[in-house]
């Protein structure tokens, strides 16, 4: 159903999927997929953790790797690593972490950016031994600016602008040096 669901996003927009289409997309009734989502939403919702989940293990195993020796690769990986998603994973590119649908789509409590700025502190602050205090809040502004750069680069272009993908990724090395390097 969450297969589904990504598919009928990527070719409708959130907007214009409904409870019905996912069914039929998935091959079951409709009944069924309300036994285990009560609505849209809780089906997006899911798709939007399950994209979260694969986004932080892939993460997870770049920043394994002993050649990434300093924070600003690791920046890099995160950077490369959504601008890949947004291109290839089914409804990526309309859902993101979910603000399209809901601010707090991913935790009630707390904004999606934030929660994406929570769970990238744990695996700076692990990789390089750095404070989490000290991490938590660049990386949340810096999410939030990318955030905003990176939807102008494909706003009109599917793959990205190439020119303000460079630009987003270099707003975000130079500000997190100045945060970081210090």
């Known amino acids: 159903m969450l297969t589904a669901c990504a598919e009928l996003v990527s070719e409708l927009g959130y907007d214009g999927v409904t409870t019905t289409l996912i069914?039929?997309?998935?091959?079951?009734?409709?009944?069924?997929l309300y036994q285990f989502f009560p609505d849209?939403?809780?089906?997006?919702?899911?798709l939007t953790l399950r994209n979260l989940d694969s986004f932080l293990a892939e993460l997870s195993k770049r920043f394994a790797d002993p050649a990434?020796?300093?924070?600003?690769?690791?920046?890099?990986?995160?950077?490369?690593?959504?601008?890949?998603?947004h291109r290839t994973v089914p409804g990526f590119s309309s859902l993101h972490f979910g603000d399209v649908v809901d601010l707090r789509l991913l935790d009630g409590r707390k904004d999606n950016n934030m929660v994406l700025a929570e769970r990238l502190t744990v695996l700076f602050a692990n990789r390089f031994d750095l404070p989490p205090d000290r991490l938590?809040?660049?990386?949340?502004?810096?999410?939030?600016?990318?955030?905003?750069?990176?939807?102008?680069?494909?706003r009109e272009?599917?793959?990205?602008e190439p020119e303000i993908l460079a630009e987003a990724r270099a707003m975000v090395r130079g500000y997190l040096a100045t945060r970081l390097d210090t």
């Open 23 to 32: 069914a039929e997309r998935a091959g079951v009734a409709v009944g069924s």
């Open 68 to 85: 990434m020796e300093h924070w600003s690769q690791a920046a890099d990986a995160v950077f490369d690593l959504y601008i890949s998603m």
């Open 157 to 160: 272009d599917p793959d990205g």
């Open 40 to 46: 849209k939403r809780a089906v997006v919702q899911e």
């Open 136 to 154: 938590k809040l660049p990386l949340a502004v810096a999410i939030e600016a990318a955030d905003a750069v990176l939807n102008l680069a494909f």
